[in-house]
């Protein structure tokens, strides 16, 4: 595969053969390197290849091999003549992340630090088969998929305030919920409020370092030592299956001998299945938003009993996985077309009209938690990430070896030792399951984060230190 | 090896014992394998024939669950599934497997396939025996079955091999 150098952290593998466009890869020559090892620029080639695809296809710095299009991929598509993947958005619809700030002392958290943890890791619903202890008939999950978090607002599990400061107020307009099958609600309605398994975390953490005093003022990070919440979750069983369900229509009707991966089905954007899709997407984005916010809503019941006083602030809450309409300049020209993410953070600076009031001034924020052990960070977006990405970045470390690799060569006393080491507390159902997820698992969070900061497809404003960790 | 040859040779009992035991332990390790894949599961599941494969994919998706350990056998669940071909048909298997996880906490141990085919239909009747997830406490979930690098075909030994990749 030839790949040549544009400019610094900037690698392109020209058009050639079936591909429409070229892909670009946002990535410091270490990362590449390690990129370069599985199936990652396949797949970004694939996706190169598929129908009304524009400009390019962007690979970002914690890019690793998925299926059918590869994690930290970024496609846009024109909408007369594009398609709409569900497999370049993935099974988890709205899988994202949400960024809650209190004003905890650090020392005073400290004081209660086990206590809190031990009883997140009782009461916070999470791992496999777990049923979230929230009891919702099927009337209500069709509000929920119709209106988001104005359905949460209304019942009382969320404020004004957090209403305002989640991507679109947490209600993506045009979700229809009769284009969600009585499957995918059957799946999801029990599971509405819990954690799920796999990469999905609840972290509590503290601000360690501000590098943009300005910027994290407006977040209301403006000070070292404050206690910081981060939720990662999505859609729960609902949006694997509302994935699942559209993959099976789109191939029936439009089959996949062309296709490059029979995982990229598709359907034109402009046809009956392709509005569907979206419809029932945007339903299980809202349900998304909305488990993250029971969630948020179990946190606070819990954190309230050892600190009467304290509320915890919703920053923000972004997804990193879902498709929108959104307006990028295309060859000059400023047009509507439909953004896949899959494995990527909205990233848009000053001024854009999705950003919430609160921080059109700054660009919106962005979050990119580490793996365990490591530092999470936070991020603004920027006009440069309009201009380069589709308005985008990374939306993790990435992982750097398999599940596979990692039971192999990590054992669960090492890892206990290195959060020991770190003085990290973990709450997980297994210790077996979180070696899946051990830190050297992942690449290196920090070197992801520096290349979007060089790139300035994301600029750092502050990074936060994990104190203790519930793992899905 | 060569004591395995022996066991032709000369009708020893315990050199029979081991003769077996080693092609009973080639057949085992055969249902199977994991494959390296970095963000997801990847496995290959071998057969004599299609049902014979589609089974050895429900053990793969049993070991997933229950991440290399063993699930018991105390109930069992029964479906049917048709499509137009192979990978359709795997594909909605192991979703149905994930399903009855996520609805019922039904986690598979094993199953029963029978294929038929007719008018170029292939229907799977499916018997899965497994258990109460909440037996267990270090489960693994599966999001979803993929297409992704997914093939069914006939090898040169004309024995059946299938490759799947989960998302996990």
């Known amino acids: 595969m030839k790949i040549q150098k544009i400019s610094e952290n900037v690698y392109e593998i020209p058009k050639e053969g079936k591909m429409n466009v070229p892909v670009r890869i946002f990535a410091s020559e270490k990362i590449l390197k390690s990129i370069e090892k599985d199936k990652t620029l396949l797949q970004a080639k694939n996706m190169a290849e598929m129908p009304g695809v524009v400009k390019w296809v962007v690979v970002l710095p914690d890019a690793h091999q998925g299926y059918g299009a590869c994690i930290g991929g970024v496609s846009a598509y024109d909408l007369k003549k594009g398609v709409v993947s569900p497999g370049q958005t993935g099974y988890d619809i709205n899988c994202g992340v949400r960024l809650l700030?209190?004003?905890?002392?650090?020392?005073?958290?400290?004081?209660?630090?086990?206590?809190?943890?031990?009883?997140?890791?009782?009461?916070?619903?999470?791992?496999?088969?777990?049923?979230?202890?929230?009891?919702?008939?099927?009337?209500?999950?069709?509000?929920?998929?119709?209106?988001?978090v104005k359905w949460a607002f209304e019942k009382g599990f969320a404020t004004k305030e957090d209403v305002s400061n989640i991507e679109d107020e947490g209600c993506i307009a045009d979700a229809d919920y009769s284009k969600v099958s009585a499957r995918a609600k059957g799946r999801g309605m029990h599971q509405l409020g819990s954690l799920g398994a796999g990469n999905h975390?609840?972290?509590?953490?503290?601000?360690?370092?501000?590098?943009?005093?300005?910027?994290?003022?407006?977040?209301?990070?403006?000070?070292?030592?404050?206690?910081?919440?981060?939720?990662?979750?999505?859609?729960?069983?609902?949006g694997h299956q509302v994935a699942s369900d559209h993959i099976k229509k789109m191939e029936e009707e439009y089959g996949f001998d062309k296709l490059p991966d029979r995982e990229l089905a598709c359907a034109p954007i402009n046809s009956?299945?392709?509005?569907?899709?979206?419809?029932?997407?945007r339903g299980a984005a809202n349900f998304g938003f909305v488990n993250r916010q029971l969630l948020t809503f179990s946190l606070r019941e819990i954190i309230k009993k050892y600190f009467p006083k304290n509320s915890?602030?919703?920053?923000?809450?972004?997804?990193?996985?879902?498709?929108k309409i959104e307006k990028h300049n295309i060859n000059g020209k400023m047009q509507d077309v439909c953004v896949h993410r899959k494995g990527a953070t909205r990233s848009f600076g000053p001024g854009r009209l999705e950003i919430p009031l609160k921080y059109r001034k700054t660009g919106s924020p962005i979050f990119i938690p580490g793996s365990m052990g490591t530092y999470s960070y936070v991020l603004v977006g920027t006009k440069k990430a309009e201009e380069l990405t589709f308005g985008s970045t990374a939306h993790g470390a990435g992982r750097l070896i398999s599940r596979s690799e990692a039971a192999r060569t990590i054992t669960p006393a090492q890892l206990g030792k290195e959060l020991h080491d770190k003085d990290i507390i973990l709450e997980s159902g297994g210790l077996k399951g979180a070696v899946d997820e051990a830190p050297s698992a992942y690449k290196d969070v920090n070197e992801v984060v520096r290349v979007s900061h060089e790139l300035g497809i994301g600029k750092m404003v502050a990074r936060l230190k994990p104190l203790g960790v519930v793992k899905g | 090896m060569l004591r395995v040859i022996n066991a032709f040779k000369t009708s020893n009992e315990v050199e029979v014992k081991l003769f077996i035991e080693y092609f009973t332990n080639i057949n085992m390790a055969k249902k199977f394998e994991f494959l390296e894949h970095t963000g997801d599961v990847k496995f290959r599941a071998y057969g004599k024939n299609v049902g014979e494969v589609f089974q050895n994919c429900a053990l793969a998706v049993s070991s997933v669950f229950s991440r290399n350990g063993?699930?018991?056998?105390?109930?069992?669940?029964?479906?049917?599934?048709?499509?137009?071909?192979?990978?359709?048909?795997l594909y909605q298997f192991i979703e149905e497997l994930i399903y009855l996880f996520d609805v019922d906490a039904f986690v598979v141990s094993r199953a029963e396939v029978k294929l038929t085919e007719e008018n170029g239909k292939i229907t799977a009747y499916v018997l899965v025996y497994g258990d109460d997830a909440s037996n267990y406490?270090?489960?693994?979930?599966?999001?979803?079955?993929?297409?992704?690098?997914?093939?069914?075909?006939?090898?040169?030994?004309?024995?059946?091999?299938?490759?799947?990749?989960?998302?996990?």
Not at chain 1, 213 to 223: E, L, P, Q, R, S
Not at chain 2, 137 to 158: F, G, V
């Open chain 2, 70 to 89: 063993e699930i018991n056998e105390t109930g069992k669940k029964e479906f049917v599934l048709s499509e137009n071909n192979y990978e359709s048909l």
């Open chain 1, 272 to 281: 009956e299945l392709g509005r569907d899709y979206l419809s029932a997407m």
């Open chain 1, 101 to 148: 700030v209190s004003d905890i002392k650090l020392v005073d958290f400290m004081k209660k630090r086990k206590d809190i943890m031990k009883s997140l890791g009782k009461d916070i619903p999470s791992g496999v088969g777990v049923k979230s202890g929230f009891s919702f008939s099927p009337k209500e999950i069709d509000l929920v998929l119709k209106n988001g």
């Open chain 1, 201 to 238: 975390f609840m972290e509590i953490g503290v601000v360690e370092e501000i590098y943009d005093k300005k910027t994290a003022k407006v977040f209301g990070i403006d000070c070292v030592g404050k206690v910081t919440f981060l939720i990662h979750s999505g859609s729960r069983g609902l």
């Open chain 1, 312 to 323: 915890l602030d919703l920053v923000y809450d972004i997804a990193h996985n879902i498709i």
């Open chain 2, 137 to 168: 406490s270090d489960l693994d979930a599966i999001k979803a079955p993929t297409y992704a690098e997914m093939y069914i075909k006939r090898l040169n030994n004309k024995k059946w091999e299938a490759q799947v990749v989960v998302d996990v």
